[in-house]
């Protein structure tokens, strides 16, 4: 009797996996096909657990693709688009709502200095949800049964008492019980947390907003990356097919209020003064759009009515064409911040993408970065499989670490500078960053140098 | 006589040091650390051998043969079709590797690194490790089952190779770091060889004789580095590459590779092309 009562409230024995990948984002998804696509690792047992809906939206965005394009867009370097291809997603990409632009434009906000990159497909803007698709499409082609698990969420994780194998408690009452726990679980990773891997950074005190806009029709321009350093930050506009742009405006977390309290109209004639009107004035046009906000748009257009008269039609070129339409509801906040985990690898766990680093968006790295480790991750488990280890132990993982620390260190510290060289008014910064510019646009042998980094 | 040397093949004083290692035996951070390390180039040795050594136009029919150049098609052939040339090559090794089924023997397995790597490979069906320190075995056992996927495929036994059953033969039998600590190498390779099949392949490491192995081994990696635990070796035990050449000869085994090996801290193990300096690899084939 006791012993039937027992048998009935005892969980049920956890499932086993080789690897579990929690977060459906671009860098798990990435790693789920990566290790689909490898003849070493596709016999590998893997689950993918998300908590989101994944498979709905992304199936939708397949087969009906909005006729907008959506918010979440990512610069891709050449080396993420070659690795994309290399394991066969790149295929499944919807093209025509890519652009790829061989051309950056950035200039200082306080002083004008300007350095313009010129390199073949320097970048390649892709919507989050392309991105994400295309890499599920790719893990169907391949037919191997890789389970996704979405809707679910990761309850608890927990180390098996005897042999420590992390053990996942999902909300669909099952539980796993996995050799090897990949956290692309994002910033407050609860794979990083279940590993006891401490993680360092500092807010950026910033907010990143970004939106979906159309330029006005006319002037043919080639695609090209628009990029002004104010003070408080710096606001980009990316091109996206047929005039299509995206915005991504990094700015003190006071004017990110004023800026998402904008009606969509006022919004917009901010990010065109935004883009060309001197510090002074915006920061004047901020105060009215606090204030004032029904008069802020005829305050924009005079200015700029003004500005515009002055230039000569070369100047004029030096800047993006005038925007003309905000898709509705596209804007979006998010906090900006920089956090480097003190390892990616621990027994039984590795992180990879944002739950082991996050970065300014300044110089579109953060999801690149995120590649390359998956890149780096999968070639050091085909190795470690060849070589008989037990892939999730630290000894076997140990090499991914070795090989993305401090590529990943030196690219956070670069990003990490250049916010703060260029979050200054201050006039002798100001005149030395302008002078560094100036020369680094006239010397081509160094700016050739800083395109080919910049693919890579 | 005989059974006596066998039997005490290992010195009293070696396997009192081993037991003293037998409790940190698995901690990769610990003083096992570099043989941790080292495991991952005999691997490296043991998976090229064995993949060089299949016959990849076997079980092919003959109109469909396809020729696949023995030679580094890199050397010649542009880029593209040396890759594809690679592509074609690994794809038929790898499906020869996914139909075999072999036999392992680590003798002087210790806490099974080596063991249960062989064990994980896809191509090997199941692996006996035999040690003569009951405190390493007893490790081995306890660290096997950590692993569920390898815990019924290896099996530890406390027992030199002299008294494992004459009729008992393995595909692959292996012999590594075990020479330089036996008092009688020539009869541990003698036992060692009678149980590799006809055919087989009989993997071997172990330390040339010479100043530049005291010097790294020893003197470096005991007493300056200390990346090895004190006492582990013993200079006069060393083996030159080319004595285990000449006692080759006359067996039915012919020695179908051989490397060396060096510690660069910072980077692991590396091979290198002189066997006959420091630590060296062998890879021999029964051929009768």
């Given at each position: 009797m006791s012993l039937r009562f027992l048998s009935t409230v005892r969980a049920k024995a956890p499932q086993l996996a080789d690897i579990v990948i929690i977060g459906g984002g671009p860098a798990g998804l990435t790693l789920a096909a990566a290790i689909k696509n490898s003849p070493t690792l596709s016999s590998l047992n893997c689950k993918l657990v998300e908590g989101g809906n994944l498979i709905g939206p992304l199936t939708k965005f397949k087969q009906e693709p909005p006729s907008n394009f959506t918010n979440r867009v990512v610069s891709l370097t050449p080396s993420t688009v070659s690795y994309l291809s290399e394991i066969g997603a790149w295929n499944h990409i919807q093209e025509e709502r890519v652009e790829?632009?061989?051309?950056?434009?950035?200039?200082?906000?306080?002083?004008?200095?300007?350095?313009?990159?010129?390199?073949?497909?320097?970048?390649?803007?892709?919507?989050?949800?392309?991105?994400?698709?295309?890499?599920?499409?790719?893990?169907?082609?391949?037919?191997?049964?890789?389970?996704?698990?979405?809707?679910?969420?990761?309850?608890?994780?927990?180390?098996?008492?005897?042999?420590?194998?992390?053990?996942?408690?999902?909300?669909?009452?099952?539980s796993i019980q996995t050799r090897l726990l990949v956290g692309c679980d994002g910033f407050n990773s609860p794979a990083r947390k279940f590993a006891q891997i401490e993680s360092r950074g500092w807010m950026y005190n910033r907010w990143g907003i970004v939106a979906t806009m159309k330029f006005k029709d006319g002037e043919f321009r080639h695609p090209t990356g628009w990029q002004r350093f104010l003070p408080t930050g710096p606001v980009a506009l990316l091109p996206l097919p047929d005039n299509w742009t995206t915005l991504v405006w990094s700015t003190t977390p006071e004017n990110s209020d004023i800026l998402m309290k904008l009606d969509e109209d006022k919004f917009l004639a901010m990010v065109n003064a935004a883009v060309k009107l001197p510090v002074e004035e915006l920061e004047y046009l901020i105060k009215v759009a606090a204030s004032k906000p029904e008069i802020v748009a005829e305050e924009v257009a005079w200015r700029l009515q003004l500005f515009n008269d002055k230039l000569s039609p070369e100047e004029a070129g030096g800047y993006p064409l005038e925007l003309e339409t905000i898709v509705t509801k596209s804007r979006g906040k998010f906090p900006l911040k920089l956090s480097h985990a003190d390892t990616y690898v621990e027994e039984?766990?590795?992180?990879?993408?944002?739950?082991?680093?996050?970065?300014?968006?300044?110089?579109?790295?953060?999801?690149?970065?995120?590649?390359?480790?998956?890149?780096?991750?999968?070639?050091?488990l085909e190795t470690s499989l060849e070589r008989g280890l037990d892939i999730g132990t630290k000894m076997a993982l140990e090499p991914y670490f070795s090989e993305r620390y401090p590529a990943n260190h030196v690219l956070l510290g670069v990003v990490d500078k250049l916010h703060k060289i260029y979050s200054t008014d201050a006039a002798p910064l100001v005149f030395a960053r302008s002078f560094g510019v100036n020369v680094l646009n006239n010397v081509p042998f160094v700016k050739d140098f800083m395109v080919a980094r910049m693919g890579e | 006589m005989f059974v006596r040397r066998l039997s005490t093949a290992i010195s009293e004083s070696e396997k009192a040091h081993f037991n003293n290692l037998a409790t940190s035996w698995w901690d990769t951070t610990g003083p096992q650390r570099i043989l941790h390390k080292m495991n991952l180039v005999r691997m490296d040795f043991i998976n090229n051998n064995i993949k060089q050594h299949i016959k990849i136009n076997n079980n092919v029919p003959n109109e469909q043969k396809t020729f696949i150049p023995g030679w580094n098609p890199h050397n010649v052939l542009p880029e593209p079709v040396a890759n594809t040339i690679d592509g074609a090559r690994t794809a038929r090794i790898r499906q020869?590797?996914?139909?075999?089924?072999?036999?392992?023997?680590?003798?002087?397995?210790?806490?099974?690194?080596?063991?249960?790597?062989?064990?994980?490979?896809?191509?090997?069906?199941s692996v006996d490790g035999i040690d003569m320190s009951p405190e390493v075995v007893r490790v081995a056992n306890e660290h096997k089952l950590l692993d569920p996927a390898i815990a019924q495929k290896v099996h530890y036994q406390l027992k030199p190779v002299g008294e494992l059953p004459a009729t008992k033969q393995y595909d692959v039998v292996t012999l590594m770091e075990l020479l330089e600590?036996?008092?009688?190498?020539?009869?541990?390779?003698?036992?060692?060889?009678?149980?590799v099949k006809p055919g087989g392949l009989l993997f071997l490491s172990t330390i040339n004789r010479d100043p530049i192995s005291w010097l790294t081994t020893i003197l470096f990696g005991e007493y300056v580095l200390r990346i090895v635990p004190v006492g582990t070796h013993t200079y006069s035990k060393y083996i030159d590459c080319a004595e285990i050449a000449e006692f080759v000869e006359h067996t039915g085994f012919s020695v179908i590779d051989s490397k060396g090996c060096t510690y660069l801290p910072l980077k692991g193990w590396v091979f290198t092309d002189s066997p006959d300096v420091g630590n060296y690899f062998m890879a021999l084939q029964r051929v009768k």
């Open positions: 790829s632009y061989d051309n950056i434009v950035a200039w200082d906000g306080v002083s004008g200095a300007k350095i313009d990159f010129d390199g073949p497909s320097l970048a390649t803007m892709c919507e989050n949800l392309n991105l994400q698709s295309a890499l599920l499409s790719r893990i169907e082609e391949l037919g191997q049964d890789l389970e996704i698990l979405d809707n679910t969420k990761v309850e608890s994780i927990q180390a098996d008492e005897k042999i420590g194998w992390p053990v996942l408690q999902l909300s669909n009452g099952e039984r766990v590795a992180l990879v993408g944002d739950a082991a680093h996050t970065t300014h968006p300044l110089a579109g790295q953060g999801l690149n970065m995120g590649q390359a480790d998956v890149k780096s991750l999968v070639g050091v | 020869e590797l996914a139909k075999m089924r072999l036999s392992c023997l680590d003798i002087g397995c210790g806490g099974g690194i080596l063991s249960e790597s062989l064990a994980r490979l896809p191509y090997v069906e600590h036996v008092d009688h190498p020539a009869d541990v390779m003698a036992a060692a060889m009678s149980h």
